[in-house]
Structures are given as C-alpha cells and as structure tokens.
C-alpha cells in the first residue's frame, strides 16, 4: 500500500491552552515531513470527521495520526473503514490532563508522542482477514445431561446446527436419577417436578440436533470452525466438523467409601444423597438394614466437601439438594424428626425461603462437626456432633437413616496429569511452568499441548471465574455445569444458555475472520516468517491458548482461529519473526528509537513505560481524568499483554541512552487478573532474563522494574512512576545517553 | 464434656406452651447484640444470652431454665422488632417461662407475686377493697350505662403510693376536658400482662376471664388505660379471649381533646424536659407521636430528645416481670437512661408508664442524682399546667 499519512491534532480538551500547538504540527511537518496536518478545535465532531473525510477523499490520505484523546474513546468517531490505518496519540488524559500548562517539559513530552504515532503509523498496515477453509458452525455438545441438553436446545434455538454426543445410552445423565428439582417458582418452598422428559424429547425431535449416544470423543483435531472430530459410537466410527465446542460432561459424587469417619461402609443405613434421590426416584424409601421404612432421618452436609482431607472446596449445591430432600420427608409425615448437620448453611437468593420453610418445619439444625454416626443399640443410629450454637458436644436422638451429603468432583479432574514431551537432548529446560492438563478422555483433543483443557485449582476446567466465565484457555472450547464449577440445576441451565451463546459468537467472529475474546472482533492475527525461524519451540510453549502445533521438526504450526492475538507469541520469540500487521518488535522497537533523548546535561531524564492495555493503560488515562499529575519523563506505550513484549526493546531503550523502563503488567499467580492468563507471568519470567542484557551493556538492573497493577489502583500509579524516577536519579543518568 | 441431648419432645412441649416461632430462629445473633443486657456488667448481662436461650429452646435441650436466663428477658422487644426472620422472641421467652412455670416451679422471689394476684387481683398484695384508696378526695364517677369511657388505672397506680399520683392526675384532666368516664372498682383485676409474661398462663387467663365478664357485663365499650401495658394486652391478647372493646392510651385521647380544643394545657414549665419512651407504648403499640404533642404544649421549645429514642427507645428494665427484679446497682438500665437524660441537658424526665417512672426513679436514686433530674410520669406535667 502507497502510504499517505495525515495528522490531526485536536485543540479541544484544553489541549490548545496547554500546549504550543504550532510547535507540535512542525514536529510532523518538519521533521517527519508529514504530507497533510491539520489543527482543529473540536476534532470528534462532525465538522472534525468531515475534515478528516475529505483529505481521505480528495488528498488520498490513508493512514492517519490522530493527536487527540485516549485511545479508549472516540473508537467510533475516528473509524475511516478497515483499509485506513489509525494511530491515536493520547495528548489529552496522558499529557495535558496529568501535567502543567505552557511547560517545556509537556510540550516535549507531546511532542514526543507525536513522534511515537507517526513512527507507528508508517509502519502499520491495515489487517487482512484470516479467512480458513471448509468453515463449520455446527456446535458440538459433549455430555447429554441437564447442562449438555439445555445447550443443545438452546444453540438450536438459536438457528445452529448441534452434534450432541452421550457416554450413556440415555440422554438425561445425573438428572435421571433425580425425583424433584429444588423449588425454581413463588413461593419457593416446595421441591419442583421437572420434565427431564420433555427436554429431552425436544432435543432428540429437533431437526438441527444430530444425537450420538453410547458415544464417545475419540479425537479432536483442528481449530475453531474446522474442529475435525471422530467419534466411537458402540464399536462404530463417525466423523463431524464443527465450529465450537461446549464442554457439558458435568460431574460425579465424591467417593463416599473416603467417609467411613461418618460410618458410610460401617453401618448399611448411612447412605448417600444420590442413593436416597434413587430411592424417592423409585418411590421406595427403606431402611436398607432391614427394609422397614424410615421413620427418623439425619443429613450430614459436606460430607467430604470443605474438607482438606477430602475436597478442599464447597460443592455448592448439597446444602439445597439436601433442605429438598429434607422437605420430601416432611412432605410425607410432617412429625418426622430430622436433622441437618451443616458447617455453613449456603442456600442463596430464593434458596433461602426453603430453608425457612424447613425451619418453620420443625428440622433440627445443628452447626457443627459431626464427631460420631454410632449405633444406639438398638440398630438404629445417634450422631454426635461440636454443636456451635451452645458450644456443647450434643447427641441426636436416634433416627433409621443417615444420608450424607457428598460433594461433586468435576469429570475433567478424572485423568491423570498429561505429561508434557520431554525435552530431546541438548535442548534447554523448559522454563515457563506448564499447564496442568489431566487425561481425563472427554475430548481428547490432537494439540500439542495435551488432550483437554488446562485446569485450575481442583482440576476445575475453568478460566477466569468472575471476569470470563464459560471461558477455557483453548479457543472455541466452553466448559458450562458442573465440569467447570460446583453448581445447582438452575445455574447449570444458565451457564448452558451462556455457554452455547459464547459458542454462536466464536463461530460468527472466527467466520469473518475476528478474534473472540477479549481482543472481540481484532481483525490482525500474527504470522510468521519461517525462513528465519531456529525451531526453538518457545512461541508453542509460551502461548497461553495451544494455538501453535508443531511439525516433526519442531516448526510451529500456527492455528490462526485457535489465537487470542495477545502477542506472546511475538514477546517470545528471540528471532523476532513473528509480526502482525499493525503491531510487531520492529514497530514498538522504532516508537522507542524516536524518542528524543536530551542530552546528560540537560538533566531530562527519559523513562520508557510498557504499559498493558486491559488495565495498566485505562489507570494511566485515570491519572489524566483525575486530573493528578506525575513527572513529565515518561513515555508510556501500550501493550496488546506484557506478555508481547520482547526483550530486544529493552536493548533498544537501553542504548539509546532511555534511563530506566517500567513495566506495567496485571497480578499474576492463583488470582491472576491477566486477560491473556499466563502474559504476565511470562513477561515476570523474561524479566530474569534481562539481567544477561544489562549486564552485557554494564548496566543496573534497577534500570527496568516491574509493577503488577490493576485498574483500581489508579490512585497509586503518580507514586509508582515519581518513586522509580527518583531511584533512576539517585543511580544517574544513563552512560549511553551522549553516544 | 458430657454431651447434651437434644429432645424433639421437650422443643415440642415449648412451642406448644408459647414458643411458636423458636424454629424460625437462623441463629445470626442480631437479638443479642441489641439487647439492652449488653450495655451494662454483671452476671446477669454474662449469662443470659437471648440468641443462646433460643438455641437451647429449639433443640430441647436443658440449660434454659437456669433463672438468670430464663427470667432475664424484660420484653422490650428490640430484638423482636428488628429480628430478619421474623421470630416472635417475647412469645419464644414467654413459652419456655411457660414450661417451667406451668410445672410449678416458678422462682421463689416470683411466687408472693404471683399469689397475691391470684388472691387479691392485683400483684402489689394490696387488698381487693383498697383498690379504690387512690380516689380520696377526688369525685371519680363510676362507670355506669350512660358513660363513654371506662377508666381502667393499672394496678400500680391503684397502690403505689408514689404512683397514685397518676391515676389521680389523668382523672383531673380528664374532668377538665369534660369527658365521660367512670370506673368500676373493686371487682377490677389486674391486666395480667405481667402474669402472662412471667410465664403464668393458668393465671393470666384467669385474671382475663375474670375482666372480660365484668367489663362486658358492666357493658364497657370504649376503655381508656393509664399503663402502656395494659393498652398492650387489652389490644393485643385479650380480642381473641372475647373482649374487644375500643381501647386507647391516656396521652392518645388527651392530645385529641387538645386538638378538638376541648383540653387547653398552659405553658408554663420553664424546665428542660425530655420524653422516654416506654416500650409498651412505642415499639409494641406504635405510640411515639401523641405524648410529645402533649409535652410540647406545656413545655414549647423546652424539650429535649434523648439520643436513644422513638424506635430506638433503651427498656427501663421494668417489663416481663423485671419490675419484681432485685438487680445490682450498676447493672441497671434505667442509670443509663438517667445518664442519656443529663448528657441532653434534660432537667426532667418524662415518661408514659407507671412502671418506667418507678424504674427510672430508682435508677435516678441509686445514681445520686435525683438533685439534678426529677422523673415524672407526664400527667403529672399536664395536670399541673391546667
């Protein structure tokens, strides 16, 4: 492409009275020798984009530089059509908002990131869809109970064709053992029958449903909208494409022979809960010593839930599961005593009218550790339990029944851990922590990096639980019900809705060739130039998503449709030939190299902030709206992730006589807050490695420092940067500044 | 520690003597931390634990009986009001008193008190004929076919001698409003309010009966009460027992008269003068705005509102039979509603009930400061500014 660049600079926003806007257009005109800039007083109206417009029209125009506002605003206003390259210079919330007026050091800092944008903008090249071939957007269902059943009607709702596959014969899984649902309707007090039957007669009579059941995944290979999937049914092979995948295997009771603390295995009449849903399923509720019926009953929650002998975490579901099953027995003789031993009663949002009702019901509730499920005798049970409430040992009557309250254990943290390909001999360690990817055999997909989804915690196949849920860490694959978390009925038919609208969406976007989340609908995606590649393998280890296979010779296979397009890949490549076409080492290396470095003497210093762009960047505009102030010697650039970034630009600042550098990333660890999961962490880990840099440039390594920031801490951020720089002033300027 | 034994029988029988609404308990505490047990020391205050006693009640298990918990509670109804489930905590207090009582083992303290109104109708052992004492020297109608209003004078107005003051008082006003009224004597009983409270249903119904048939038989139709309690149970308990007549409160047809024009009160207080609510009166009937309309006229721009008032009105410690309490100093209630009342400035204390004035009295004594605040009971007030 001819490349035409215009530059606009807004005077409005106070962006004129701070700054010598003259001055500032020369710098483009001038130096950079910039064909067409143009000043205007209220740049994102109308008459401002008309402006822009005609030079588009008329003066053929086609990349623009525009100095005005963050970034983060005004998308729409400065949007010329995909074939125009844009690069925003974020004069208002980063320049004038956060430093004084009609100051020399705020006009060079202006001036400065005039420079940055114009550097980029020559560089960049408007994004070419990636368009593969052979494109599906079936959606394939894994698991035929409640969740999996829910999300194939609803995708077919929607208009989708589904591939629903079943281990069992019947559609229906946990759901069919079940007699009544916990109360979904006013006045919320009484168990609710639920038409399994009906949910499924819907989806097995839908024309857009294609069922597989006594089925299994035996492979999937592929990438979002060309998934080549295999399945074994009874001996017998077929073979789908799909687009997207929604993960619905759900879970299983934990192993009740574990509690033998609470007598399961020691007395016949301690049972569990989904044994006594069996029975109320059956209509046969029996004492099973003896067949008699039962005439007392005690419910002992998290039976082996919130246990860290057992499962650390709380299942979430048994506290309600129970108050139903509790109410079946009231429902049936109103004088029954029963108990229900509980460490913390969790029944939310109208969960709690249940409760009450039960309570109004006369049901001993009794906070505690159950301490002893013992026979009185007679051949009928007492329990023993630290009661909380009288802070005194208390002992029950006797009842017939004991049924405990057993957590849920996710299908996916059924496998073993998938070990990782040893590296060959002569190769380096790996360096950056794996995934814990446990063999669970649900999908058995064909990627490199093992057959399922990483897990989390507890082998949950979940990603980031408050921020992206129905999200995993492989494109175009959407864990929904109890395979990602512990969850209720009601919630599991949510989660399904939720996660079979995550799966229509990735199939829409990959189709027009569109990033999903979180870079939603970013038409760039990197490529690699393969001659120069050593086959050291990083970019398939450090990318977050499993979007690059590998051949046998150790070449990478990217998966454009499988990519996130957060840069890592491009952060770790030490050959630098992975690039997209608006955003690659060479760009980001010569926005650093276009920094105007003054001289020792003149005692400016000049501090290079890669700042990421989910969060840190957003804090920084803070700063500008709040109008606080910290030293003009930044240069802030943002950053698809921390994660792209490539050691090389720290070489880059180094030697061009840049002071110091900051790096601005998102919490890492158990909690992390990173968009693209592990870039933070990644970019921790590269940090290492910079002392080899700096070292070899006989350098400090308190030059480069980095932050762990989070959007709320905007209020820090003046203290962070105006700390780093007088560290940077007591260590002295920077010896390669005058060369 | 030998467990103890949880009883479904034992929660049975409780709920079945009062206790409706323990089960409803979640046991979150609210009630204790707003019990008025919790701003003063004492063993008292360490043992009796509102919450604790529920817990004990819904689980049948034994430990509430000990008397200094079981007989703490002076149904002042802060918990109750603010509970978010709901419990009836005063009916719960008053099932498990019930239970014990009801077997006959009321506390030994209790039982000249509970004898007494067995014998004499009135719980202060005053003789039945000295009902009508209070009425020296006043000409007090009798309640006959033609009158309006029965007066019904609490028992602790009948023979207190410090509380006589009120009966007589609200009489004068009443006069000078013009108003028809009478009572009947010596064949009142008292309320039973207490009675019931204390755990004593045998004889709170008794004490009912025995006032529903006169009242009805004497044909009362409108009655007016100079006790919030007795305002309380004719309202509250004794409709579904057959007596329903039109009751109201003393400050509540005074302000009325005033407002009809038919009651002029002068101004002429020039003290401070701040209002107690009394539970009975506010939280459990409603009744916060009429005594301070009443107060206002007499003393205009003289009165001063405790930081604890209206709803969030502090117990004197006189309800559910705490006014038969021996209590420590120090530990009382009413000593802080005299502190609250200097801390405004207040140089009286005014207040709607004869049993908070008895209380607050004693507490304004055992503080040594009945030099600095004199506790009224209002008529007193608006009886001498006619």
């Given at each position: 492409m001819e490349k035409k660049i215009g530059a606009y600079i807004c005077t409005g926003c106070g962006i004129g009275d701070a700054l010598d806007v003259a001055a500032l257009a020369k710098v483009a005109t001038g130096e950079y020798k910039v064909p067409v800039c143009r000043e205007h007083g209220f740049l994102c109206s109308e008459e401002g984009r008309a402006l822009i417009q005609a030079d588009v029209e008329q003066e053929g125009v086609n990349s623009l530089v525009i100095a005005a506002c963050s970034p983060r605003v005004m998308v729409d206003a400065f949007d010329f059509g995909p074939d125009k390259v844009v690069e925003r210079v974020n004069l208002r919330e980063q320049v004038v908002w956060s430093h004084p007026a009609e100051d020399e050091d705020t006009q060079m800092m202006a001036e400065d990131y005039l420079r940055m944008g114009i550097t980029k903008a020559k560089e960049m090249e408007p994004p070419v869809p990636y368009q593969g071939e052979n494109l599906s957007k079936r959606i394939l269902v894994v698991g035929g109970g409640l969740t999996g059943l829910t999300a194939a009607k609803e995708a077919a709702a929607a208009g989708y064709e589904v591939v629903l596959v079943e281990k069992s014969d019947e559609l229906g899984g946990y759901t069919r053992n079940v007699a009544k649902l916990p109360p979904l309707t006013p006045p919320y007090e009484e168990p609710t029958a639920f038409d399994l039957e009906g949910l499924v007669g819907e989806v097995t009579g839908s024309d857009k449903i294609t069922v597989y059941t006594g089925s299994q995944i035996e492979k999937i290979s592929g990438a979002p909208c060309m998934f080549d999937v295999s399945i074994q049914q009874n001996g017998s092979q077929a073979a789908e494409r799909v687009g997207a995948i929604v993960l619905a295997t759900g879970a299983v009771p934990y192993d009740a022979s574990k509690l033998e603390h609470l007598g399961f295995g020691k007395h016949p009449d301690v049972i569990t809960a989904d044994q006594l849903e069996g029975m109320f399923k059956a209509g046969e509720v029996k004492r099973p010593s003896n067949g008699q019926p039962v005439n007392g009953v005690a419910f002992i929650l998290c039976a082996g839930s919130r246990d860290p002998e057992h499962l650390p975490y709380c299942s979430a579901a048994c506290c309600v599961e129970s108050l139903k099953q509790a109410k079946y027995f009231k429902d049936a003789n109103p004088e029954m005593p029963v108990y229900i031993f509980y460490k913390d009663l969790r029944a939310h949002g109208t969960y709690e009218f249940l409760y009450k009702q039960l309570q109004k019901d006369g049901v001993f509730f009794v906070r505690g550790t159950v301490t002893g499920v013992d026979d009185d005798g007679s051949g009928a049970l007492a329990i023993s339990a630290e009661d909380v409430l009288t802070r005194a040992p208390i002992l029950s009557e006797s009842v017939d029944l004991v049924v405990l309250a057993t957590g849920m254990v996710s299908t996916a943290s059924l496998g073993k851990p998938y070990k990782a390909q040893e590296p060959k001999e002569g190769e380096e360690e790996v360096e950056v922590p794996a995934d814990t990817i446990l063999a669970s055999n649900l999908l058995n997909l064909e990627y490199r990096q093992g057959p399922e989804i990483p897990a989390l915690k507890y082998g949950f196949p979940d990603s980031h639980f408050i921020c992206f849920p129905y999200e995993s860490r492989r494109t175009g694959i959407y864990p929904a019900g109890t395979v990602r978390a512990p969850m209720d009925y009601s919630r599991a038919m949510d989660d399904a809705a939720g996660a079979a609208l995550k799966a229509i969406q990735c199939v829409e976007m990959t189709g027009q060739g569109k990033a999903v989340h979180p870079r939603a609908g970013d038409l760039s995606y990197p490529e690699f130039f393969m001659q120069r590649c050593t086959q050291c393998k990083r970019c398939t280890e450090e990318c977050p998503f499993g979007a690059i296979n590998e051949d046998e010779k150790a070449n990478p296979l990217p998966n454009p449709t499988r990519c996130r397009r957060c840069g890592v890949c491009m952060g770790a490549c030490p050959e630098r030939i992975i690039s997209f076409k608006n955003y690659s080492v060479g760009m980001i290396g010569n926005m650093i190299k276009n920094i105007e470095v003054p001289e020792e003497d003149e005692e400016k210093p000049r501090i290079l902030v890669l700042a990421c762009e989910n969060d840190a960047y957003p804090a920084l505009d803070m700063v500008g709206i709040r109008r606080a102030q910290y030293n003009p010697w930044v240069r802030v650039i943002p950053v698809r992730c921390l994660g792209s970034m490539n050691l090389v630009w720290i070489a880059d600042a180094l030697s061009s006589g840049i002071d110091g550098i900051l790096l601005l990333g998102c919490k890492h660890g158990d909690d992390y807050q990173c968009h693209f999961v592990k870039g933070s962490e990644l970019a921790n880990i590269r940090m290492s490695k910079i002392k080899e840099t700096l070292d070899r440039l006989v350098l400090e390594s308190e030059r480069v420092r980095f932050e762990q920031l989070s959007i709320t801490d905007y209020g820090k951020l003046p203290e962070i940067l105006d700390d780093f720089a007088s560290d940077l002033e007591d260590l002295g300027p920077n010896p390669y500044k005058d060369f | 520690m030998e467990p103890k034994y949880v009883s479904a029988e034992m929660r049975d029988y409780i709920v079945s003597m009062g206790a409706e609404t323990v089960n409803w308990c979640m046991q979150c505490g609210l009630c204790t931390n707003l019990c008025p047990w919790r701003l003063v020391p004492g063993e008292t205050s360490e043992k009796f634990n509102i919450r604790h006693m529920q817990r004990l009640g819904q689980m049948g298990m034994e430990g509430f009986e000990d008397e200094t918990v079981l007989f703490a509670c002076s149904t002042c109804g802060m918990c109750q009001s603010n509970c978010p489930r709901g419990v009836k905590i005063i009916d719960n207090v008053r099932g498990m008193r019930a239970s014990i009582v009801g077997a006959g083992m009321a506390p030994a303290n209790l039982r000249p008190i509970l004898g007494s109104a067995h014998?004499?109708?009135?719980?202060?052992?005053?003789?039945?004929?000295?009902?009508?004492?209070?009425?020296?020297?006043l000409d007090v109608p009798t309640f006959g076919p033609d009158t309006e209003y029965f007066l019904f004078v609490c028992c602790h107005s009948c023979y207190d001698p410090r509380s006589t003051k009120v009966a007589r008082s609200i009489v004068k006003l009443l006069q000078a409003a013009g108003v028809s009224f009478g009572v009947i004597g010596q064949e009142e009983s008292c309320c039973g309010e207490s009675m019931r409270k204390l755990g004593d249903e045998e004889l709170f119904q008794k004490l009912a009966q025995s006032n529903i048939e006169l009242f009805n038989s004497k044909g009362v139709k409108k009655i007016i009460t100079t006790s919030p309690h007795c305002l309380w149970t004719f309202t509250q308990e004794y409709p579904e027992l057959g007596g329903e007549w039109e009751v109201i409160h003393y400050t509540e047809l005074l302000n009325q008269l005033v407002e009809e024009g038919k009651l002029s009160l002068k101004a002429g207080q020039g003290k401070k003068v701040a209002f107690h609510d009394p539970c009975y009166l506010g939280r459990h009937s409603g009744v916060y705005d009429p005594p301070r309309a009443l107060l206002e006229k007499v003393v205009p721009d003289g009165t001063v509102e405790l930081t604890r008032n209206r709803e969030s009105s502090l117990c004197c410690a006189g309800g559910g039979g705490r006014i038969w309490a021996e209590v420590p100093m120090g530990e009382r209630f009413g000593e802080l509603r005299v502190t609250d009342a200097l801390d405004q400035g207040a140089q009286v204390l005014a207040t709607a009930c004869p049993y908070c004035m008895n209380m607050l009295i004693d507490a304004c004594n055992s503080l040594g400061k009945e030099d600095d605040l004199e506790v009224v009971e209002l008529s007193e007030i608006l009886a001498d500014s006619l």
């Amino acid at each position: 492409m001819e490349k035409k660049i215009g530059a606009y600079i807004c005077t409005g926003c106070g962006i004129g009275d701070a700054l010598d806007v003259a001055a500032l257009a020369k710098v483009a005109t001038g130096e950079y020798k910039v064909p067409v800039c143009r000043e205007h007083g209220f740049l994102c109206s109308e008459e401002g984009r008309a402006l822009i417009q005609a030079d588009v029209e008329q003066e053929g125009v086609n990349s623009l530089v525009i100095a005005a506002c963050s970034p983060r605003v005004m998308v729409d206003a400065f949007d010329f059509g995909p074939d125009k390259v844009v690069e925003r210079v974020n004069l208002r919330e980063q320049v004038v908002w956060s430093h004084p007026a009609e100051d020399e050091d705020t006009q060079m800092m202006a001036e400065d990131y005039l420079r940055m944008g114009i550097t980029k903008a020559k560089e960049m090249e408007p994004p070419v869809p990636y368009q593969g071939e052979n494109l599906s957007k079936r959606i394939l269902v894994v698991g035929g109970g409640l969740t999996g059943l829910t999300a194939a009607k609803e995708a077919a709702a929607a208009g989708y064709e589904v591939v629903l596959v079943e281990k069992s014969d019947e559609l229906g899984g946990y759901t069919r053992n079940v007699a009544k649902l916990p109360p979904l309707t006013p006045p919320y007090e009484e168990p609710t029958a639920f038409d399994l039957e009906g949910l499924v007669g819907e989806v097995t009579g839908s024309d857009k449903i294609t069922v597989y059941t006594g089925s299994q995944i035996e492979k999937i290979s592929g990438a979002p909208c060309m998934f080549d999937v295999s399945i074994q049914q009874n001996g017998s092979q077929a073979a789908e494409r799909v687009g997207a995948i929604v993960l619905a295997t759900g879970a299983v009771p934990y192993d009740a022979s574990k509690l033998e603390h609470l007598g399961f295995g020691k007395h016949p009449d301690v049972i569990t809960a989904d044994q006594l849903e069996g029975m109320f399923k059956a209509g046969e509720v029996k004492r099973p010593s003896n067949g008699q019926p039962v005439n007392g009953v005690a419910f002992i929650l998290c039976a082996g839930s919130r246990d860290p002998e057992h499962l650390p975490y709380c299942s979430a579901a048994c506290c309600v599961e129970s108050l139903k099953q509790a109410k079946y027995f009231k429902d049936a003789n109103p004088e029954m005593p029963v108990y229900i031993f509980y460490k913390d009663l969790r029944a939310h949002g109208t969960y709690e009218f249940l409760y009450k009702q039960l309570q109004k019901d006369g049901v001993f509730f009794v906070r505690g550790t159950v301490t002893g499920v013992d026979d009185d005798g007679s051949g009928a049970l007492a329990i023993s339990a630290e009661d909380v409430l009288t802070r005194a040992p208390i002992l029950s009557e006797s009842v017939d029944l004991v049924v405990l309250a057993t957590g849920m254990v996710s299908t996916a943290s059924l496998g073993k851990p998938y070990k990782a390909q040893e590296p060959k001999e002569g190769e380096e360690e790996v360096e950056v922590p794996a995934d814990t990817i446990l063999a669970s055999n649900l999908l058995n997909l064909e990627y490199r990096q093992g057959p399922e989804i990483p897990a989390l915690k507890y082998g949950f196949p979940d990603s980031h639980f408050i921020c992206f849920p129905y999200e995993s860490r492989r494109t175009g694959i959407y864990p929904a019900g109890t395979v990602r978390a512990p969850m209720d009925y009601s919630r599991a038919m949510d989660d399904a809705a939720g996660a079979a609208l995550k799966a229509i969406q990735c199939v829409e976007m990959t189709g027009q060739g569109k990033a999903v989340h979180p870079r939603a609908g970013d038409l760039s995606y990197p490529e690699f130039f393969m001659q120069r590649c050593t086959q050291c393998k990083r970019c398939t280890e450090e990318c977050p998503f499993g979007a690059i296979n590998e051949d046998e010779k150790a070449n990478p296979l990217p998966n454009p449709t499988r990519c996130r397009r957060c840069g890592v890949c491009m952060g770790a490549c030490p050959e630098r030939i992975i690039s997209f076409k608006n955003y690659s080492v060479g760009m980001i290396g010569n926005m650093i190299k276009n920094i105007e470095v003054p001289e020792e003497d003149e005692e400016k210093p000049r501090i290079l902030v890669l700042a990421c762009e989910n969060d840190a960047y957003p804090a920084l505009d803070m700063v500008g709206i709040r109008r606080a102030q910290y030293n003009p010697w930044v240069r802030v650039i943002p950053v698809r992730c921390l994660g792209s970034m490539n050691l090389v630009w720290i070489a880059d600042a180094l030697s061009s006589g840049i002071d110091g550098i900051l790096l601005l990333g998102c919490k890492h660890g158990d909690d992390y807050q990173c968009h693209f999961v592990k870039g933070s962490e990644l970019a921790n880990i590269r940090m290492s490695k910079i002392k080899e840099t700096l070292d070899r440039l006989v350098l400090e390594s308190e030059r480069v420092r980095f932050e762990q920031l989070s959007i709320t801490d905007y209020g820090k951020l003046p203290e962070i940067l105006d700390d780093f720089a007088s560290d940077l002033e007591d260590l002295g300027p920077n010896p390669y500044k005058d060369f | 520690m030998e467990p103890k034994y949880v009883s479904a029988e034992m929660r049975d029988y409780i709920v079945s003597m009062g206790a409706e609404t323990v089960n409803w308990c979640m046991q979150c505490g609210l009630c204790t931390n707003l019990c008025p047990w919790r701003l003063v020391p004492g063993e008292t205050s360490e043992k009796f634990n509102i919450r604790h006693m529920q817990r004990l009640g819904q689980m049948g298990m034994e430990g509430f009986e000990d008397e200094t918990v079981l007989f703490a509670c002076s149904t002042c109804g802060m918990c109750q009001s603010n509970c978010p489930r709901g419990v009836k905590i005063i009916d719960n207090v008053r099932g498990m008193r019930a239970s014990i009582v009801g077997a006959g083992m009321a506390p030994a303290n209790l039982r000249p008190i509970l004898g007494s109104a067995h014998a004499n109708g009135n719980p202060w052992s005053g003789p039945r004929e000295k009902r009508t004492a209070w009425q020296e020297g006043l000409d007090v109608p009798t309640f006959g076919p033609d009158t309006e209003y029965f007066l019904f004078v609490c028992c602790h107005s009948c023979y207190d001698p410090r509380s006589t003051k009120v009966a007589r008082s609200i009489v004068k006003l009443l006069q000078a409003a013009g108003v028809s009224f009478g009572v009947i004597g010596q064949e009142e009983s008292c309320c039973g309010e207490s009675m019931r409270k204390l755990g004593d249903e045998e004889l709170f119904q008794k004490l009912a009966q025995s006032n529903i048939e006169l009242f009805n038989s004497k044909g009362v139709k409108k009655i007016i009460t100079t006790s919030p309690h007795c305002l309380w149970t004719f309202t509250q308990e004794y409709p579904e027992l057959g007596g329903e007549w039109e009751v109201i409160h003393y400050t509540e047809l005074l302000n009325q008269l005033v407002e009809e024009g038919k009651l002029s009160l002068k101004a002429g207080q020039g003290k401070k003068v701040a209002f107690h609510d009394p539970c009975y009166l506010g939280r459990h009937s409603g009744v916060y705005d009429p005594p301070r309309a009443l107060l206002e006229k007499v003393v205009p721009d003289g009165t001063v509102e405790l930081t604890r008032n209206r709803e969030s009105s502090l117990c004197c410690a006189g309800g559910g039979g705490r006014i038969w309490a021996e209590v420590p100093m120090g530990e009382r209630f009413g000593e802080l509603r005299v502190t609250d009342a200097l801390d405004q400035g207040a140089q009286v204390l005014a207040t709607a009930c004869p049993y908070c004035m008895n209380m607050l009295i004693d507490a304004c004594n055992s503080l040594g400061k009945e030099d600095d605040l004199e506790v009224v009971e209002l008529s007193e007030i608006l009886a001498d500014s006619l």
